[in-house]
Every structure is written in structure tokens, then in C-alpha cells.
């Protein structure tokens, strides 16, 4: 029996694992994603790195606040069976004094999911906070995010993303 188609097919899987598989860890190149066919050309573990990184390039550069209000933005999605479908952005400015948050509001209707009475707080009854501070693009507009916090409220998830945030510009000391 002949080893040699094997062997080459043995080879060439492998550099196939290996380079599909490949650790992030040993750096990274940028991709330009507007050009880019596929919009999920890094994994999401390379890119949760890469912001990490970002984030704390941004600390060390002193480049960044926890507490610029313009450079959160929250997601708010409510989960019900007396909702239609639908997206869409607000500022709320009157619950942060002057700056307005950009809040980006999204209605799923869950009224096939389930077929029962539904108290709130149930899977398909329920609302979820989450807001993240962004940096920003060279024209001033928020561009990744790179912490993000979730609370029962939309002041408990800004004052939580702010904690954390303040929390690790200490941790890599500033």
C-alpha cells in the first residue's frame, strides 16, 4: 500500500487546520472591513483582543473618559408579546443633566415563541439594558466598543459601564 497520497493529504490538512485555526495572540493586521466581502474576516475572540488592546492604548495615551457622556450609546430591547417588531434612535437627555446618550431602542414581538400568560421578567417578557463606551473615528464619531455594561435601568447600566471603565484605567495605572 502506498503511504505517499497520505502522507501529502496528512500534510496538507493540517497546514489547512493551522492556518484556519490560527492564535491571535502572535499579532494582528489590519483589515479594512468596508472593503472587505466578508464582514467577519477576524474571529470575534481576535477581535474582543484587539479592542481590549485598543482600550488600553487609549488609557495609557490618556485618550479616552469614563465619563464623556457623548461617547456612550445604549441599546435598549424590549421583549414582548404586545410589541410589534421595530428599531429605532433617541437621545435621552434629561435623565444626564446637558449631554444626551444615544439610545437605540429595538421591540421584539414574542407572541409565537409562547402561547401562555406571560409575567414580566419571563424569557419572552422581559426588557435588557446594555450601553458601551465607544472610541471614536477621526471625524468624532463613535466608532468601537470597547466596554459594555448591562443594568436594570438605563442610569444603572451608564453607572455601571462608568465603574468599570474608571476601574480599569486604574488596574493598568494611570
Do not use: W
Amino acid at each position: 500500500m502506498r503511504k505517499g497520497p497520505f502522507i501529502i493529504f496528512g500534510f496538507v490538512f493540517s497546514v489547512g487546520i493551522m492556518l484556519a485555526f490560527q492564535n491571535c495572540g502572535e499579532g494582528f493586521s489590519s483589515v479594512d472591513q468596508s472593503k472587505s466581502l466578508v464582514k467577519s474576516d477576524i474571529s470575534s475572540q481576535c477581535t474582543a483582543k484587539m479592542l481590549n488592546d485598543r482600550l488600553d492604548l487609549l488609557i495609557m495615551r490618556n485618550d479616552i473618559s469614563c465619563t464623556d457622556l457623548k461617547a456612550i450609546e445604549c441599546d435598549v430591547s424590549t421583549f414582548s408579546p404586545e410589541v410589534e417588531n421595530s428599531h429605532f434612535i433617541e437621545s435621552d437627555c434629561s435623565s444626564f443633566g446637558s449631554t444626551c446618550i444615544q439610545i437605540h431602542r429595538y421591540f421584539f414581538n414574542t407572541k409565537d415563541a409562547s402561547q401562555r400568560s406571560l409575567p414580566l421578567g419571563d424569557e419572552y417578557n422581559r426588557m435588557e439594558i446594555r450601553c458601551s463606551l465607544f472610541d471614536k473615528s477621526p471625524d468624532g464619531k463613535n466608532q468601537n466598543a470597547l466596554l459594555t455594561e448591562q443594568g436594570n435601568s438605563l442610569s444603572e447600566a451608564v453607572h455601571h459601564l462608568i465603574e468599570t471603565c474608571t476601574e480599569r484605567i486604574l488596574s493598568v495605572g494611570k
